[in-house]
């Protein structure tokens, strides 16, 4: 079983930066990260596997950065230029087979974190 730890969270005004980080207890081959706002579907936001390729929701792509630090099985998402409608909780997710490009459905991954909150003011 792979636990995931995410970190970075928590309020920041409309137009400014976030990094969230996500610690793996142990190696996977596909990461992503999953947003959920209140009354909304959880819905993916970037995907990366362990070769680099990546692949972006529509809404965040040019502002968000998916990457990874393969030696310490850690995930990371640069958000910049963050709008209010980016406010959510933030979920880690890995599994440990390999698709190309990486997938934004949950049902492609096994393992969660327990999710950073990300709030926006205007």
């Known amino acids: 079983q792979v636990q995931l730890v995410e970190s970075g969270g928590g309020s920041v005004q409309h137009g400014g930066s976030l990094r969230l980080s996500c610690a793996a207890s142990?190696?996977?081959?596909?990461m992503a990260w999953f947003r959920q706002a209140p009354g909304k579907e959880r819905e993916g936001v970037a995907a990366?596997?362990?070769?680099?390729?990546?692949q972006y929701a529509d809404v965040v792509k040019g502002r968000f950065t998916i990457s990874q630090d393969n030696g310490k099985n850690t995930l990371f998402l640069q958000m910049n230029s963050l709008e209010t409608g980016d406010a959510g909780m933030y979920y880690c997710a890995a599994d440990d087979s390999q698709w190309i490009p990486p997938p934004l459905g949950q049902g492609w991954y096994h393992y969660w974190g327990q999710g950073a909150q990300v709030a926006v003011s205007s």
């Open positions: 142990a190696y996977t081959k596909t």
């Open positions: 990366i596997a362990k070769g680099g390729s990546t």
